[in-house]
């Protein structure tokens, strides 16, 4: 048992315990299913819009299919990696799991929730935050302007 596969929070207590599983397999598929949809987009735009061959009305349109299932996917890996924030950093998220999914159908929260599910998620993988003395100095390239009273006047 390595150090991420113990058990954590409310899991202590309770089966089934939080494993960390890897999101490389869900994010694949997601990748591949956004590409796919895209590849199939440009196609249809090429091949005549609405006129093309694959939106006749006989059959199921293959862009809402593929649509359909990239939402679906996207949202088993977000679940997975919010999990996976759970057991890497323990009770510091502020929306429980549930939320991970739940969010993206409340009506108005969706433009911000998701949003700071995501930010939990980066702060529990994410690199420590940084103490004041371990900043570096920062050049600046760009050359400073002027303050406006500075300015030459503009008139004769």
């Known amino acids: 048992m390595d150090s991420y596969n ?17 999101p490389n397999g869900p994010a694949l598929v997601v990748q591949s ?18 006129d093309s061959p694959w939106l006749a009305e006989d059959m199921v349109p293959l862009p809402a299919v ?31 799991r549930g939320f991970a999914v739940g969010a ?9 929730l998701p949003r700071r599910i995501t930010l939990d998620i ?12 371990d900043q570096r100095l920062v050049v600046r390239l760009a050359p400073q302007r ?3 009273g500075r300015l030459p006047p503009l008139g004769p």
């Not at 702060?123 to 935050?129: E, L």
């Open 146 to 148: 002027p303050a406006l």
């Open 66 to 96: 593929l649509q359909v299932s990239c939402w679906i996917s996207f949202l088993v890996w977000f679940h997975r990696v919010r999990r996976n924030a759970e057991v890497l950093a323990p009770g510091s998220h502020k929306y429980t």
């Open 33 to 50: 299913l956004i590409a796919t949809s895209a590849i199939t987009d440009v196609y249809i735009i090429a091949t005549g819009g609405k």
């Open 104 to 112: 993206w159908i409340i009506p108005l929260a969706m433009w911000w």
């Open 122 to 133: 980066h702060r529990a993988g994410g690199p420590a935050p940084r103490r004041p003395s």
């Open 6 to 22: 113990v058990p954590v929070g409310p899991a202590a207590g309770r089966a089934p315990r939080y494993r960390f599983r890897k």
